[in-house]
T-cell receptor, first 117, second 113 residues
Framework: EAGVAQSPRYKIIEKRQSVAFWCNPI?????LYWYQQILGQGPKLLIQ????????DSQLPKDRFSAERLKGVDSTLKIQPAKLEDSAVYLC???????????????FGPGTRLTVT | RKEVEQDPGPFNVPEGATVAFNCTYS??????FFWYRQDCRKEPKLLMS???SGNEDGRFTAQLNRASQYISLLIRDSKLSDSATYLC??????????????FGTGTRLKVLA
């Protein structure tokens, strides 16, 4: 089965510019996650979708970050305007789960490495 | 106190050695536990789930100690290919109808020839 796809793989932008990342989850996976992973740290959840609804965006800096999953499949994450501290790898993951299941595997995409200069 | 804590390492061990990592968690209501492996500049991949009774997969053994709130990963007969970062993941009970994954910072392992 095809894995989680992400694009672009690398992006370099200047601070105050905007950037968008795209994710295509594994077919049939209802839950989609966006994580931010700063060098030397573990992934930090930014936002979690169940189908096309947001179930957790408590750690998303909403003044500059936005995300959508309009048709319950693909998703985009946008940063506008970018700051130097946004330099990180942005990982998309998906899982086949209902809201109340606790034991399930997340499948990660290869990530987008963002450098803000 | 962080929700999930790991020793960042690195743990440098010779080939064939046995190495163990611990991971502590702060929320006693945590439901599920996992170990993920992340190779350099790659995405995390599930290594194994951690069950209350402990579980083993080849050279890897995972255990859960709910009383002391930690999980462990034991790797026997280390191979060069085991060199990676091992991420501890804890699943918190739902607050808004959904479980939440919390990742630790990871423990770096380097297996030396």
């Amino acid at each position: 089965e095809a894995g989680v796809a992400q694009s672009p793989r690398y992006k370099i932008i200047e601070k105050r510019q905007s950037v968008a990342f795209w994710c295509n989850p594994i077919s049939g996976h209802a839950t989609l996650y966006w994580y931010q992973q700063i060098l030397g740290q573990g992934p930090k959840l930014l936002i979690q979708f169940q189908n096309n609804g947001v179930v957790d965006d408590s750690q998303l800096p909403k003044d500059r970050f936005s995300a959508e999953r309009l048709k319950g499949v693909d998703s985009t994450l946008k940063i506008q305007p970018a700051k130097l501290e946004d330099s990180a790898v942005y990982l998309c993951a998906s899982s086949s789960t209902t809201t109340w299941e606790s034991s399930y595997e997340q499948y990660f995409g290869p990530g987008t490495r963002l450098t803000v200069t | 106190r962080k929700e999930v804590e790991q020793d960042p390492g690195p743990f440098n061990v010779p080939e064939g050695a046995t190495v163990a990592f611990n991971c502590t968690y702060s929320n006693s209501a945590s439901q599920s536990f996992f170990w993920y492996r992340q190779d350099c500049r790659k995405e995390p991949k599930l290594l194994m789930s951690v069950y209350s009774s402990g579980n083993e997969d080849g050279r890897f053994t995972a255990q859960l100690n709910r009383a002391s709130q930690y999980i462990s990963l034991l790797i026997r007969d280390s191979k060069l290919s085991d060199s990676a970062t091992y991420l501890c993941v804890v699943n918190l009970p739902p607050t808004s109808g959904t479980y939440k994954y919390i990742f630790g910072t990871g423990t770096r392992l380097k297996v030396l020839a």
